[in-house]
């Protein structure tokens, strides 16, 4: 189910138009957390995107979460990010 679940962050993305996206299951490393009981994932995430140029860390946050708002607390409890601009 994790690849299922990273395919559809990476179509969530997609409008975004990233240069570059690493998604990254972190799930096993937190079996037995709270969250993990749920069924909800723990990932990591690099992302490069034009969208990023200019905006502070938090708006770059926003537009994710915005992408991912009904995947959150569901298929994904955890989405740690590193989010970056091209020219970052």
Request: avoid cysteine; glycine fraction near 6%.
């Amino acid at each position: 189910m994790p690849e299922a679940t990273i395919e559809k962050i990476q179509l969530r993305l997609a409008a975004l138009a990233p240069l570059e996206i690493v998604i990254n299951d972190e799930s096993a490393l937190h079996a037995g957390h709270e969250g993990a009981k749920s069924g909800g994932g723990h990932y990591r995430m690099r992302m490069v995107s034009e969208r990023f140029s200019g905006l502070p860390r938090m708006a770059r946050h926003r537009l994710v979460y915005d992408a991912l708002h009904d995947l959150m607390q569901r298929e994904i409890h955890a989405l740690s990010m590193t989010l970056l601009a091209p020219d970052e």
